[in-house]
């Protein structure tokens, strides 16, 4: 991931890191627990991994655009990121190397911490004060 990173948020899920893991790992359950995306359009390989690129149809400070996502780390059970390769918002004209993070942990067997990091490295001074909307996780999978 080349962006710094820029926020970062936890949740804790009350339920076990396998079920979360493998929601997480499937792109097509993203709109069940990311409220900005409505549609997972298209994927580029079956399952995911590092190279899957998937296309999302998204709604964004009721804006509707796209965003283009190419999986960059895919660790099982543990890490996955993607860096955002195209997108319809404009926030390529503020942000290079625009991506995210989500790492995920069990604090027992019936609960697992989820980190969502954003990474992104500003154009300019203006967009540094800048900091992304909380969108906030749906934490039942």
């Given amino acids: 991931m080349q962006g710094t990173k820029q926020i970062e948020r936890e949740v804790v899920i009350h339920a076990p890191v396998q079920l979360v893991w493998g929601v997480l790992a499937d792109a097509t359950l993203l709109p069940k627990w990311v409220p900005a995306v ?3 359009g298209a994927c580029s390989l079956q ?3 590092v190279g899957t690129v998937r296309s999302c149809d998204a709604e964004l400070s009721g804006r509707s655009g796209v965003m283009v996502e190419r999986c ?3 660790t099982p ?3 996955v990121a993607y860096v955002v390769e195209e997108e319809t ?3 390529r004209n503020m942000f290079d190397h625009y ?3 989500i790492n995920v942990a069990a604090v ?3 609960r697992t911490r989820v980190t969502l990091e954003t990474h992104y490295t500003p154009r300019n001074w203006m967009y540094t004060l800048m900091k992304e909307e909380d969108p ?3 934490t039942t999978p």
């Fill in 108 to 110: 027992d067997p019936s």
């Fill in 72 to 74: 960059v780390e895919f």
């Fill in 89 to 91: 918002f404009g926030m």
């Fill in 99 to 101: 991506g995210f993070a």
């Fill in 47 to 49: 399952g995911e991994g």
């Fill in 136 to 138: 906030g996780f749906r």
């Fill in 77 to 79: 059970m543990s890490r």
């Fill in 38 to 40: 409505q549609e997972v």
